[in-house]
């Protein structure tokens, strides 16, 4: 099995690189000059495209094929005051750029889009809102000129008192979407609301592909083992994928007194603990590193794999064979 990390937006190496500097509503609303401050917000954007792609050529010098990309690359793009402002044009050729450099070097680039947006939702604000984020998302992905497996990871939502009916309002509203939207869409099990076997049968009944984090399905989950589900997880990347391998994320826990937090670095053993026994179903797998040292923690991991296991087979620096 061919084990590829990335890590998620953020670079803790690169310095003076965010790819998430904004603007608050604030302050946009003190600037007098309201064409002035449309200009700003775009020049804001355009260095985030740009820092998002020094991050990628950070990434490539380290042979990292898989990357996050931060959903703040644009500030204010879904706020209600500035309803009507496309700036997709200004900076149409920088999210190019972008996609052209990722094709290039082989990148499996992906959005996961912040917690507000929400399909579960039984409020009908809310859904719109949901709706436009992932279509700011996919709007973005198709700017770069990426086809669908650049993807956007979402979960379920919340269940608002009532499980089984937000489950089914879930399934309801994401037929809603448009299908370049639909089609761009991972689910992804949650650490407090749906579980691993419930956002499984929700991917089964609208047909995407599920990312399995293990750190969630650990203090969230129905008694099974990490990779009870695995073959039909397995499954929907087969149906649903556009040929991509699998994906997973990762994180350790912070403490035992927030065993929801996410630690520094990644604990080996808690990751070779669900890499072992899929191993022998499973070619290729991509792994999302989603600790707070970001790229840090993916080189770290890189160094204590081989060193507390020996049998491990790095293929480059980002890479193991298992």
């Not at 200009?39 to 990628?56: D, M």
């Not at 073959?231 to 927030?258: C, E, M, Y």
């Amino acid at each position: 099995m061919i084990v590829r990390f990335g890590y998620v937006a953020m670079s803790v190496v690169v310095k003076n690189c965010s790819p998430s500097k904004t603007m608050t509503a604030t302050h946009f609303q003190k600037l007098a000059d309201r064409e002035a401050a449309v200009r700003k917000l775009e020049r804001i954007a355009a260095e985030n495209l740009q820092n998002t792609l020094r991050l990628l050529k950070h990434n490539r010098a380290h042979d990292i094929h898989v990357y996050r990309m931060s959903s703040k690359l644009i500030p204010l793009i879904s706020h209600e005051m500035l309803k009507g402002w496309d700036p997709f044009p200004v900076l149409a050729d920088a999210f190019r750029e972008i996609g052209d450099y990722a094709k290039a070097h082989g990148m499996r680039l992906s959005f996961h889009p912040d917690h507000f947006t929400v399909l579960s939702t039984n409020r009908a604000s809310v859904l719109d809102n949901s709706k436009q984020d992932l279509a700011t998302h996919v709007n973005m992905l198709e700017t770069m000129g990426l086809d669908e497996q650049a993807t956007c990871n979402i979960h379920i939502g919340g269940t608002y008192g009532d499980r089984e009916k937000s489950f089914a309002r879930f399934i309801e509203q994401f037929a809603q979407l448009d299908d370049r939207i639909q089609q761009r869409i991972t689910l992804e099990n949650d650490d407090k609301t749906f579980h691993a076997r419930e956002t499984l049968e929700a991917c089964e009944r609208v047909g995407v592909p599920m990312v399995l984090d293990i750190h969630h399905q650990w203090v969230n989950n129905e008694g099974e083992d990490s990779w009870a589900y695995w073959p039909r997880i397995l499954n929907t990347w087969k149906q649903f994928g556009h040929g991509q391998p699998p994906k997973i994320h990762v994180s350790s826990p912070k403490s035992a007194k927030d065993p929801r937090g996410h630690a520094d670095y990644v604990d080996p053993d808690f990751l070779l603990s669900f890499l072992r026994p899929i191993a022998g179903d499973t070619d290729r797998l991509d792994v999302m590193i989603e600790a707070k040292k970001k790229d840090d923690a993916l080189f770290q991991l890189m160094k204590k794999l081989p060193q507390q296991h020996p049998s491990l087979k790095v293929i480059d620096q980002a890479t193991i064979e298992f």
